[in-house]
């Protein structure tokens, strides 16, 4: 075999995988054929949060006069952000790059594909063997079948080199791509217009991280029409976007971004050649360990749709390597994963939605609140902190808690350690608070806002 281990796909899950294979000492290649760190560090998380921290500042400027800053007239520079945002990502993947380097893993700048179950093709027709190959190819934006001109619209990969921002965006979908950069071009001064299928926007959440994120979008100045979905697009000589709903309707923008959610990047990959089992989603299908039905064959990360989440994709790494080189079978736990949307404020959610234990027809406390922050009190910003904590009756584990506000993104991370460690709402109120903040809410609850038994308010 010419590889101990071949990876495809130079993402942050399968980098981490190469690099940990690599640093035991084992023959190690890695294929990909873009930019080192995948969806998260190139076209993802990384820009998506400088973009955000950039908007934000558009309210920072209003909010500092109620604190008596005098602040001029303040103008923005699209140019200035993007490329400071590419040349932080150029620096990002070349640390990518000079790991792997240090690990002694070969770094083949091509497509790859599986030519069997021990064989890897490169674009440029050579072929190599491996004992064993990783497939961690990531997700790649999903268009919907009979949308006419698909084509015309951007997709979130183009949103971090645009040459100039359009003063109008019609924005397609309602998960948190959507969200995330519906309220970051509102808030650089972009007319945006949101078009969710439904009656939500990220379904997927508890019911009051719903309505917050729909309220945050508004107070950004985005247009949300719910139960509006587009049939085709249309550029118009003069350069306009024409959007044509379902309806009937028409809507005129200088651009339209189809978020309409993300699916396994499997096409070109091969796996017909190993026989790999894809899904009916057209996600890889793995057990716990990661294993697909080949046995030289293993995938991570978004490629096989389980949790679509860059440190999950890394654990998925981590735990892999142990599987295949400590003899120890580490399986990744999927359950109890706090997750930020960066809406502008921004939401945080770990653990189980009121939805979701009432279809279980479980039994359950919520306490549920939402307050006005000390800061907004002088900003004069309508802006509140959103908070609900889930636990099992009596004060017992907490099932799930879900926050927007200021620095939600922050908070949840340290919240998802308590839920995590199964701790009980008797915890939560033994710990004394920190005075004055909007978390301290959460260690000073009293009575529930409502009890659930059985499924049903009682």
Known sequence: MDYDYFVIGGGSGGVRAARLAGARGLRVGLAEYDQLGGTCVIRGCVPKKLMVYGASYAGLFEEAVGFGWSVGEASFSWPILRNRMANEINRLSGIYERNLCQAQVEIIPQHASLAGPNRVKFADGQEVSAERILLATGGRPFVPKGLENADLALISDDLFHLEKLPQRLVVVGA?????????????????????????AVLRSFDQGLQDYAAGALAHCGVDVRFQSEPSSFARMNNGDMVV???????????????????????????????????????????????RTNVASVFAIGDVTDRVNLTPVAISEAVALDRTLFDDMPTPVDHHTIPTAIFTQPAVGTVGWSEEYLLDQ??????????????????????????????????????????????????????????????????????????????????????????????????
């Open 175 to 199: 998960g948190y791509v959507a969200v995330e950069f519906a309220g970051v071009f509102a808030r650089l001064g972009v007319e945006v217009t949101l078009l969710a299928r439904r009656d």
């Open 361 to 458: 027809k479980a039994d359950f406390d919520v306490w549920e609140g939402s307050f006005k922050p000390l800061k907004h009190t002088l900003s004069g910003v309508e802006e509140k902190f959103f908070f609900k904590l889930i636990a099992a009756p009596d004060e017992g584990q907490v099932l799930g808690l879900h926050i927007g506000g200021e620095e939600a993104g922050e908070l949840i991370q340290c919240l998802g350690i308590a839920v995590k460690a199964g701790l009980t709402k008797q915890d939560f109120d033994r710990t004394m608070a920190v005075h004055p903040s909007a978390s301290e809410e959460l260690v000073t609850l009293k009575l529930p806002t409502r009890r659930v038994r059985g499924g049903v308010a009682v």
């Open 244 to 290: 044509t709903l379902t309806d009937g309707n028409k809507l005129a923008a200088d651009e339209v971004l189809l978020a309409a959610g993300r699916r396994p990047h499997i096409h070109g990959l091969g796996l017909e050649h190993a026989d790999v089992s894809v899904s009916s989603s057209g996600a890889i299908m793995v057990d716990e360990y990661s």
